[in-house]
């Protein structure tokens, strides 16, 4: 089967069914936009985010971490423009009602009704979910900009008072805004502002060489107006982003080394080369911040799209900072040369189009014995169990007991180990098969003489004997 014929569906039953993801509150009907993670899914997103961090922050000597609270002062969405711009343009059939981005569709036509000439012209809608901090007032906004707080009195078209118990109950707090608008918060959409605002304590605390960079992972929220295909689109997700502090006159330099440094990370999530492409964005979809922007697409079962972005955000956002809170934002160089504003290349990382990506280039069906294999061929780094321990029966105690003992031994070693004895041998290696997971051991009657064990390969599905104190080498 090849990649092209992978299907969308064929990965989200598979993620459902194996405990990888699920939808975000499904049992009360789900919640649009929102994923939960099962125990095999937020191992492999933890594999993901880990490797990321090993290999952005902890193998280099350039950057340092931090993680910022998600709430912030409503000031930094202000001075980044996110208050103002981060919007999307929304439209909505006047048939149907339905609403899509204007961008993603072809406009002339509704995608739900199917009736011709039912849009208007697009709304520009702002993704950021709003939040208050702290108790606040609850009241109604009147036009000339007051406030009407507590209970108000409705009354009729004879301005006779009626009591608000006769309100039907849905439209009690229809038009009801928060009182306090110094309480307003957000939820962030971007985990960047977490690091520009922290820019100046790091540089103070650590004063590190330029060039140098500061990488965040975490929860992200947007309020998108179509959630669609899964995990690719969500309102809630988790970023991985560097904001890298350079000279002004070498950010063409540093781009080109992140580009390097972007395809090595996709070779590391096991992405084959031919399923990635870079599109250098037009100055016109470029995001405000923005001079030049280079996405990283792949070959998603959706077709081409965004996996993520490399973007050069010149001195925006230090600039913005230094305006709006008065404080100095420049850096001064340790060989005495002129003190500057730093200029900013960030690369940023979707973890859930990561973790769709290794899933659809991992997803892989072959024939077995005459029958059908679904299979996950995951990078051994990735897979959320790296090896099954299996007795070859289930009711020998000392088979049992043997297999135990490798088990333990493995999981102390490895952590992500599963003891499997569920149903005979080649149901146990399709299951193990179907999550992804790269060995299975089996413990027999052999192994009790002679202390060796079966070792089964994932993708040949080969089979050999080796020494028990040989496991641990084999496997990783
Ligand atoms: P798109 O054009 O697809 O809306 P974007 O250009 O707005 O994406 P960025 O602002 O560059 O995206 O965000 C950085 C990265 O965050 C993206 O490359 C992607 O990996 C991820 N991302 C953005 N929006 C979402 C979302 N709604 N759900 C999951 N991941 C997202």
Redesign the pocket.
């Known amino acids: 089967m090849s990649k092209s014929e992978t299907s969308l569906d064929d990965i989200v039953s598979l993620a459902k069914r194996r405990g990888f993801i699920y939808q975000g509150s499904e049992v009360y009907g789900g919640l649009a936009?929102t994923w939960d993670y099962g125990p095999l899914g937020v191992q492999l997103k933890r594999n993901i985010m880990q490797l990321w961090w090993k290999m952005f922050v902890d193998e280099r000597d350039d950057m340092l971490g931090v993680d910022a609270a998600i709430l912030m002062n409503q000031k930094v969405w202000q001075a980044s423009g996110h208050t103002e711009t981060f919007t999307?343009p929304l439209v909505e059939c006047s048939n149907c009602h339905s609403r899509f981005?204007a961008d993603k569709i072809d406009t002339s036509k509704c995608p739900t009704c199917g009736k011709t000439g039912t849009f208007g012209e697009p709304r520009q809608f702002n993704m950021m979910f709003k939040t208050q901090v702290g108790p606040t007032w609850m009241g109604w906004e009147t036009d000339d900009g007051n406030y009407i707080i507590g209970k108000p009195q409705t009354v009729n078209a004879k301005g006779e008072g009626i009591s608000s118990l006769t309100i039907p109950e849905d439209r009690k707090f229809s038009g009801l805004i928060t009182y306090d608008k110094n309480a307003q918060s957000y939820l962030r959409?971007?985990t960047a502002q977490g690091i520009f605002t922290n820019y100046k304590n790091i540089v103070d605390s650590f004063y590190p060489d330029m060039p140098f960079g500061l990488a965040q992972q975490g929860k992200?929220f947007?309020n998108?107006i179509s959630?669609r295909d899964f995990?690719?689109?969500?309102?809630e997700?988790e970023?991985m982003?560097i904001e890298y502090f350079v000279h002004p006159d070498n950010w063409e330099a540093a781009f080109e080394i992140w580009r390097k440094a972007v395809w090595e990370w996709t070779r590391a999530l096991g992405l084959p080369k031919n399923m990635v492409h870079e599109l250098e964005v037009p100055a016109d979809d470029r995001?405000h911040y923005s001079k030049r922007?280079v996405?990283?697409e792949f070959d998603f079962p959706i077709g081409r799209?965004?996996?993520?972005?490399l973007?050069y955000r010149t001195d925006f956002d230090l600039q913005n900072i230094q305006r709006v809170s008065g404080k100095n934002m420049e850096y001064r160089p340790k060989d005495g040369t002129p003190a500057f504003v730093p200029h900013v290349i960030e690369p940023?990382?979707?973890?859930?189009?990561?973790v769709m990506a290794v899933l659809s280039a991992a997803y892989t069906e072959d024939e077995m014995n005459g029958e059908k294999r679904v299979f996950l061929k995951l990078p051994k780094h990735l897979a959320p169990v790296k090896v099954a321990v299996s007795p070859l029966l289930k009711n020998k105690p000392e088979l049992v007991a043997k297999a135990r003992e490798v088990y333990q031994m493995l999981k102390k070693e490895l952590g992500q180990v599963v003891w499997d004895d569920n149903g005979n041998i080649g149901k146990r290696y399709r299951r193990q098969d179907e999550i992804g997971t790269p060995y299975c051991v089996t413990v027999d009657f052999q192994t009790l003489e002679d202390s060796t064990v079966t070792i089964r390969d994932r993708d040949t599905a080969t089979q050999k004997r080796i020494n028990i104190d040989d496991l641990r080498k084999e496997i990783t």
């Open positions: 936009g999307d981005r959409p971007e992200a947007r998108e959630p995990i690719f689109r969500s309102r997700f970023l982003e995001a922007t996405d990283f799209e965004e996996l993520l972005g973007a940023s990382f979707g973890v859930e189009r990561a």
